[in-house]
């Protein structure tokens, strides 16, 4: 798994990144009473906004950490958005997206880094 300063996380298998948010970001937001996610066969660019979680504290964009094609977003979270705070990385995904650009991982932190980073917040 890995991180980006802005709390997204990526899980890649083979050329497919799951995308949702951190721990750390689903408890600063409190609880998620709303979650949007992109359609399949939406094109996002890495930093693009291509989701929204609203909770009852604050409406957040969540970002792209890579490049590529949605091709599926986690539609139990239209029902269920308390998921992102129970399981926010595991079941509380939003996006899976075919990479374009796999080099663009190697600008994510690993957990121990992502663990370096929230001590300096």
Not at 9 to 38: C, M, N, Q, R
Not at 57 to 86: F, Q, R
């Amino acid at each position: 798994m890995r991180f980006t300063k802005d709390h997204e996380w990526v899980k890649v298998d083979g050329d497919v990144a799951t995308v949702g948010i951190s721990k750390h970001a689903a408890d600063a937001l409190g609880d998620v009473v709303f979650v949007e996610t992109p359609e399949a066969g939406k094109s996002v660019a890495k930093g693009d906004s291509f989701a929204v979680v609203e909770s009852v504290k604050a409406a957040s964009d969540v970002y792209a950490p890579v490049s590529g094609e949605v091709i599926e977003g986690n539609a139990a979270l239209a029902s269920a958005p308390e998921t992102v705070n129970a399981d926010p990385e595991g079941d509380g995904w939003f996006a899976k997206i075919k990479v374009s650009d796999a080099s663009q991982l190697d600008a994510l932190m690993d957990r121990a880094a992502y663990d370096q980073f929230l001590s300096t917040l």
